[in-house]
Nanobody, 124 residues
Framework: QVQLVESGGGLVQAGGSLRLSCAAS????????MGWFRQAPGKEREFVSC????????YYADSVKGRFTISRDNAKNAVYLQMNSLKPEDTAVYLC?????????????????WGQGTQVTVSS
């Protein structure tokens, strides 16, 4: 069982930066691929980024590639999402998720545990 709690969201102007954190409970955190997803009002949940259990492999959605960076610290049971050059279209609730898929996945259905999310609002 893994419990996930996100933090770090807020209101930022376009072009600004935020760093999201996801704290995980459970001794098996380091065995999970970790992902970030987002959901804007009236839209479907979408993949943002994921990172393998070792941190060696990361994937990004095309919409955030070059602006967002995912990282993890297995010693602290935490995963992070550094978001730079934010745009109004990045506004959404950002959710952290854990998956047993070894090399990462963009598929929502392959994630077993989810946090409650943290709101990110980017003003123009």
């Amino acid at each position: 069982q893994v419990q996930l709690v996100e933090s770090g969201g807020g209101l930022v102007q376009a072009g600004g930066s935020l760093r999201l954190s996801c704290a995980a409970s459970g001794r098996t955190f380091s065995t999970y691929t970790m992902g970030w997803f987002r959901q804007a009002p009236g839209k479907e949940r979408e993949f943002v980024s994921c990172i393998s259990w070792s941190g060696d492999t990361a994937y990004y959605a095309d919409s955030v590639k070059g602006r967002f960076t995912i990282s993890r610290d297995n010693a602290k049971n935490a995963v992070y999402l550094q978001m730079n050059s934010l745009k109004p279209e990045d506004t959404a609730v950002y959710l952290c998720a854990a998956s047993r898929v070894v090399h990462g996945s963009y598929r929502i259905g392959e994630y077993d545990y989810w946090g409650q999310g943290t709101q990110v609002t980017v003003s123009s």
